[in-house]
């Protein structure tokens, strides 16, 4: 077995350049394909307590049941489950799964969202995303990403970009 040289390193590095660019224009291709669109509306919201918080070590950690009703371009309910914790009410993070059941835009199916919240006192990221391969009926294949918007009189605004593949 022969040692590469500086001239076989570079070669080997170019090979595995081409396929990465490869493998990029591919995914391109299979994003290209799929047109975004946008569901925009409004959900009401209950979330209830599923088992009592427990505080250990000075860290909150609790469990939370969700259902929702959305109207909109999403019409349809959902029930979920939140786990959150954290040292203060000023600090913390959730995560949460959903099951959606509606019609998106004239076509019904269900597809699980999962949810990813981090806040502090400097401020807070939110992930809502739909759960890879979950979407049934029509909504087989569903990919997307919800936005969330609360308004100062609590009314809660989504905005899912989503697609589907092309047919």
Do not use: C
Not at 5 to 11: I, M, N
Not at 60 to 79: A, H
């Amino acid at each position: 077995m022969r040692a590469l040289t500086v001239r076989g390193y570079l070669a080997l590095l170019a090979v595995f350049v081409v396929l990465a660019a490869g493998l990029a224009l591919a995914g391109q291709a299979v994003a290209q394909d799929r047109v975004v669109h946008h569901a925009i509306g409004v959900f009401d919201v209950a979330v209830e307590p599923a088992d009592p918080e427990i505080v250990e070590a000075g860290l909150g950690l609790s469990r939370y049941s969700l259902t929702k009703t959305f109207t909109g371009d999403l019409t349809g309910s959902s029930v979920g489950q939140m786990l959150a914790g954290g040292p203060d009410p000023e600090t913390g993070t959730y995560v949460a799964l959903e099951r959606i059941v509606g019609v998106l835009d004239g076509r019904a199916g269900a597809f699980l969202m999962a949810h990813r919240g981090d806040m502090s006192p400097d401020g807070y990221t939110l992930a809502i995303t739909v759960v890879p391969n979950s979407g049934t009926g029509a909504l087989t294949g569903l990919e997307g990403e919800l936005l969330l918007t609360i308004t100062p009189d609590g009314v809660h605004h989504y905005d899912l970009a989503w697609t589907l593949p092309s047919s």
